[in-house]
């Protein structure tokens, strides 16, 4: 079975500045999907990135970008300009390509602070 | 305004008592999901529904119920609950359930169980 970690629980960072979420996963799969969701205070969780295990290019969202590295299975979040907006709990997802295995994998989660 | 409703949002119980967690979803999606988000806990699948299966994780109690009348509608069905299973339910839906579809989460059910 899959398995995703999140080894950091809690992460702060100024307003403005770049903070770095660290995932790693345990896979032997080779086609697979990776996610991060944010979950704010109002509790909805919300996509914020997708990786797709096939592409070797790092996805990017505005102000959000991953760094995938698959040989070491790390899949980390880089938030730039970090806006108050940003603080929730951050979960990084595993989804498998194909088979019954298909469902989503969660980490435990990283609640992120931004100072003012 | 989310595509995916939940309710009720928060739900006090009592161990003998049955209720129903009620997930309604307005995006065209034909799969929909049940999770479990305890404190400190990695978010847990309970149930899927999609049109090519229904998937159930063989830990969830059989006090867990789950009802999919249409693609549009899921119910949890609640009943001599326990007091660890209080927790954030959230129901989620997406087009299709395989791996590339990005699931669509509701604001959740808060459950507690006296």
């Known amino acids: 079975a899959q398995t995703v970690t999140q080894s950091q629980p809690e992460m702060s960072v100024q307003e403005a500045e770049t903070v770095t979420l660290s995932c790693t996963y345990d896979?032997?799969?080779?086609?697979?999907?990776l996610f991060w969701y944010k979950q704010p205070p109002s509790r909805q969780m919300i996509l914020v990135i997708r990786?797709?295990?096939?592409?070797?290019q790092n996805a990017t969202e505005n102000r959000f970008s991953v760094n995938f590295q698959k040989a070491a299975k790390s899949f980390s979040l880089k938030i730039s300009d970090s806006q108050l907006g940003d603080a929730a709990m951050y979960f990084c997802?595993?989804?498998?390509?194909?088979?019954?295995?298909?469902?989503?994998?969660f980490g435990s989660g990283t609640q992120l602070t931004v100072l003012p | 305004e989310t595509g995916v409703t939940q309710t009720p949002r928060h739900l006090v119980m009592g161990m003998t008592n049955k209720k129903s967690l009620k997930c309604e979803q307005h995006?065209?999606?034909?799969?929909m999901y049940w999770y479990k988000q305890s404190a400190k806990k990695p978010l847990e699948l309970m149930f899927v529904?999609?049109?090519?299966?229904?998937?159930e994780n063989n830990s969830v109690p059989s006090r867990f119920s789950p009802e999919c009348p249409n693609s549009s509608h899921l119910f949890l069905h609640l009943h001599t609950l326990q007091p660890e299973d209080s927790a954030l339910y959230l129901c989620?839906?997406?087009?299709?359930?395989?791996?590339?579809?990005?699931?669509?989460f509701g604001a959740g059910s808060r459950l507690t169980v006296l």
């Open positions: 529904y999609s049109l090519e299966e229904r998937v």
């Open positions: 997802a595993y989804r498998s390509a194909v088979g019954s295995a298909r469902q989503l994998t």
């Open positions: 995006l065209g999606h034909n799969a």
């Open positions: 896979t032997s799969e080779s086609d697979y999907y």
């Open positions: 990786q797709e295990a096939y592409k070797q």
């Open positions: 989620a839906s997406s087009r299709g359930n395989s791996g590339a579809n990005v699931l669509t």
